[in-house]
């Protein structure tokens, strides 16, 4: 009796959920925003449901950390410093109260280097309600011109590319500044267009990025860079340069990028697929390095070499491309002899890093390896990259426990710093100064370390697929309380000199580092070629994304704060 009333709920919540979608099969968009998009379209962004996004934004680890009371009490006098952004405050309650979905913003072309844009979003509730929230944003006292197209009537203000029409459709509010291209979607989303076929959603490049996205996320982002690959061969054509498929720039073989961000059990994630060949040689990340980190470990992260791109920039003057010390190290090498595959016969092209800040010192240290296959010509190689990495400059070499030691001698300063490379027969260690390159290497022959036996690494990576040719950690908890422990006193010594410090921060509110690092976790980021391009994740309280875009804004607003362009 008891699995006769199993089998009548589930099938009546089969039947349910049937109905549910074939209802709304039949009366909402046809399948997604991309069906609504044309084919040509160069970028959009789709935010499925603010509401939802929201909700979730509200649980995760980031957000109750800002809630604290500790670091609400912290970011009030910084936070009135700021000015008042009501209108953008009143502008997201609409949009929460409208329930928005289906949210985007696309740009469908580029005529005399002016985008042409389509935007939209899906409303609850009727047409006059919605007017009466988005009226305020377009304008309403402003001229606009109507023009009745299919029963629709469009709103025009402005001309040019200055010209702003916009157009309700059921539960849709659209808007454009071509009124050819929002005629063209009303006719796609009143199913009048030609078919499927001139839509986005059948474009090959499209589907194949969009295969490798989460099936639910907060938000997506779509990029087809053919538009400006075809301007730059266009422009090396002129110049009388043509290139074959073999000697293409990298944007011109990138096919698509495709990214999206959700939110996962309190955590941050996002997903990046770039459609496009393979760029390194057949290997897989060993992560080899991790082995020596410890729990002092904060940061460690694993890469591939890709020597033959990196010699062939080298030899087409691509400077740019490049860090100044790599390029030298290649001339001397090669004036030396070596080519590529002396690289790779000396060495297992896996690059790792280290940073280690113990609890009793004041800053972290820093180390890169690489693990050595033929002792003698790595040899040959690092007495070229010293010679390389600052010709003028006196080297010593110190063989100790059978390692050779190469370390550059440099003026006393106040912070110690003497560049040091180590040599063993099985791993090349390379750092700022010799005691952590020393500590690493003997590690290495003591079988000591283990930070990849640590329960927050081994968590961490569990986390992300397996990859192939990037990976990177960063122990977030340990990483602020260090910075905290090293910090603080700095900023109290300040502001007791400098009262005007008050005025802005309160440093004696600082919440303590516990109440930050009980909301905090490692970041994880990986990197695997999957099928036909490269995927990349990452998740943590934030993402390794997002970490990198917090430190370049500021990083670009003070670099043109000092280089203004005239």
Known sequence: MKRFILIVIFAAAATGAVFYAVRHATTGP?????????????????????????????????????????????????????????????TLRDLEQLQLKDG???????ENNNPIMLAGFRFRGSQANAEKVIDKWRGIAAKHDTLDYQQHKIEVAGEGFNLVATVYDGDWFL?????????ALLDRIDARAAGRAVTLDADENFRAALAHMPSTYAALFYLQPKSFSDKLASLRAQAGSPTTSSQQTLIEQVRSICGAIRFDGGKIRDIWFVGMPKQEQTANLARTAAALGTTDTFLYFAMLLNVERISVLNQSGSTALMAAWLQKVFDVASRNGLTAEDWKTAFDLELGSLADWPADKQWPSLVATLPVKDPVRANKIVNAMTSAID?????????????????????????????????SNKLLVAGVDSASVETVMNRLQAGKGGLA???????????????????????????YSRVDNSVRPMLLMTAAFMPGVSEYVDVSKLPAAEVVTKHLSPIVSSQRYDRDGYVSESVGPITLTQLGVGIAFPGFF????HHPCH
């Open 175 to 183: 808007a454009a500044n071509n009124v050819d291209q929002l005629k």
């Open 104 to 110: 985007f913003v696309a740009v469908v072309s580029i």
């Open 30 to 90: 046809q399948t997604t925003v991309a069906a609504l998009l044309p084919r040509e379209t160069i970028a959009f962004v789709h935010v499925p449901d603010l509401n939802r996004t929201r909700d979730q934004w509200h649980e995760t680890d980031l957000y109750k950390l800002y809630r604290e009371p500790a670091v609400q009490d912290f970011l009030k006098r910084p936070l009135a410093q700021m000015p008042k952004r009501e209108a953008g405050s009143q």
């Open 391 to 423: 010709e003028d400059a006196g080297w010593t070499k110190i063989d100790k426990n059978g390692v050779h030691y190469f370390v550059m001698q440099t003026p006393a300063s106040l912070f110690a710093v003497a560049p040091t490379i180590a040599l």
């Open 453 to 479: 036996q640590t329960e927050s690494y081994k968590s961490a990576a569990r986390a992300l697929t397996e990859p192939t040719n990037f990976f990177m950690y960063v122990d977030m908890p340990l990483l």
């Open 558 to 561: 003070w670099w043109n704060g």
